[in-house]
């Protein structure tokens, strides 16, 4: 059996140890990243624990305040800046770990839209957090898309698979992916530089001017060199404020509420949780350990698709 490597790193610390896990500080909590399975295969999954050791939904058992009095949110990151692999929380799995999406038997990347070289932030989502598909968002006109809500992280730090990160929302785009409501929260690390002197979505252009555009350009045309139709976006390609993308998270995070205390139900989702009281699927630190021993530890590492190294035109072809 091959055995993929577990590392430890601390947030607070530039240093590397060799060890079973690596250490994920928050305000008030900290959190391990435990990497089981080969990467680049269909086995491999990223784990976390919470500080008492207990496997842990980052879904889930995450709060989605890191400061609900300064309003300072915790970001799962998924994929960081530059990286082309679509690597996302698993709804299905118990526990929720990050994998990598699976296409036609095979592990999906993104594409290079020029002049970009794969995900332009850091791009991952809020725990705690559910885009209702039985919901019709009066703004968009359009369905949730089942997810919890995505975030682009616009700071100067490349972030790690794993990291949980404080962020303040600056705002949002409303993007309309096949037809659903698919909201991108545009944030900051609140340890970025700028980090203070940025408030709300107008803030984003003074201080990373171009980012904008670029950000509705990359998500409208990512999916077409997989053969699908450029996205879309509600409000004319714009970006709604701060206050707007806060009651949006608050409308998600409601939902949230009632899928895991089972006012609705999903059967696409693992609500299995490690630390929700009141969750009708709570379930002991001894079923949590479980679950994580049953990961695999192995797995078939596929070749990296050539593609990531290919430049797409299809939307300056389009505007020409």
Same mark, same amino acid.
């Given at each position: +059996?091959?055995?993929?490597?577990?590392?430890?790193?601390?947030?607070?610390?530039?240093?590397?140890?060799?060890?079973?896990?690596? =250490?994920?500080?928050?305000?008030?909590?900290?959190?391990?990243?435990?990497?089981?399975?080969?990467?680049?295969?269909?086995?491999?999954?990223?784990?976390? /624990?919470?500080?008492?050791?207990?496997?842990?939904?980052?879904?889930?058992?995450?709060?989605?305040? %890191?400061?609900?009095?300064?309003?300072?949110?915790? +970001?799962?990151?998924?994929?960081?800046?530059?990286?082309?692999?679509?690597?996302?929380?698993?709804?299905?799995?118990?526990?929720?770990?990050?994998?990598?999406?699976? /296409?036609?038997?095979?592990?999906?990347?993104?594409? =290079?839209?020029?002049?970009?070289?794969?995900?332009?932030?850091?791009?991952?989502?809020?725990?705690?957090?559910? &885009?209702?598909?039985?919901?019709?968002?009066?703004?968009?006109?359009?369905?949730?898309?089942?997810?919890?809500?995505?975030?682009?992280?616009?700071?100067?730090?490349?972030?790690?698979?794993?990291?949980?990160?404080?962020?303040?929302?600056?705002?949002?785009?409303?993007?309309?992916?096949?037809?659903?409501?698919?909201? /991108?929260?545009?944030?900051?690390?609140?340890?970025?530089?700028?980090?203070?002197?940025? &408030?709300?979505?107008?803030?984003?252009? /003074?201080?990373?001017?171009?980012?904008?555009?670029?950000?509705?350009?990359?998500?409208?045309?990512?999916?077409?060199?997989?053969?699908?139709?450029?996205?879309?976006?509600?409000?004319?390609?714009?970006?709604?404020?701060? !206050?707007? !993308?806060?009651?949006?998270?608050?409308?998600?995070?409601?939902?949230?509420?009632?899928?895991?205390?089972?006012?609705?139900?999903? %059967?696409?989702?693992?609500?299995?949780?490690?630390? =929700?009281?009141? %969750?009708?699927?709570?379930?002991?630190?001894?079923?949590?350990?479980?679950?994580?021993?049953?990961?695999?530890?192995?797995?078939?590492?596929?070749?990296?698709? &050539?593609?990531?190294?290919?430049?797409?035109?299809?939307?300056?072809?389009?505007?020409?």
């Amino acid at each position: +059996m091959i055995h993929a490597r577990i590392l430890i790193r601390k947030l607070s610390s530039c240093s590397i140890f060799k060890s079973n896990a690596r =250490n994920l500080n928050t305000m008030s909590t900290s959190y391990q990243v435990l990497e089981k399975g080969v990467p680049n295969s269909k086995d491999y999954r990223v784990f976390f /624990k919470n500080a008492a050791g207990i496997p842990i939904s980052p879904l889930h058992d995450i709060p989605l305040f %890191s400061n609900d009095s300064k309003q300072i949110y915790n +970001m799962v990151v998924e994929v960081p800046r530059w990286t082309n692999a679509k690597m996302e929380i698993t709804l299905a799995e118990p526990l929720n770990p990050i994998k990598q999406d699976v /296409k036609k038997d095979k592990l999906r990347y993104v594409a =290079n839209i020029f002049p970009h070289h794969g995900y332009i932030w850091n791009y991952g989502a809020l725990p705690q957090t559910w &885009e209702f598909p039985e919901h019709i968002d009066k703004a968009t006109g359009c369905r949730g898309d089942n997810d919890p809500i995505d975030v682009c992280e616009i700071g100067s730090r490349v972030a790690k698979r794993g990291d949980v990160v404080q962020v303040k929302i600056l705002g949002t785009l409303a993007l309309i992916d096949e037809g659903e409501t698919d909201w /991108k929260l545009l944030a900051i690390d609140i340890n970025d530089p700028v980090a203070d002197q940025m &408030e709300d979505v107008q803030d984003i252009e /003074k201080f990373f001017p171009g980012l904008l555009r670029a950000s509705v350009e990359w998500f409208q045309f990512y999916k077409v060199p997989d053969g699908k139709p450029e996205n879309k976006f509600a409000f004319n390609n714009q970006a709604k404020n701060a !206050a707007f !993308a806060k009651a949006v998270v608050e409308e998600t995070h409601q939902f949230w509420q009632r899928l895991v205390s089972k006012e609705v139900e999903s %059967s696409k989702i693992s609500c299995l949780n490690a630390t =929700n009281e009141s %969750s009708s699927f709570l379930i002991s630190a001894e079923q949590a350990e479980e679950y994580f021993a049953k990961a695999s530890d192995g797995g078939d590492a596929e070749e990296v698709n &050539e593609s990531i190294n290919k430049w797409h035109f299809e939307h300056l072809q389009q505007s020409s």
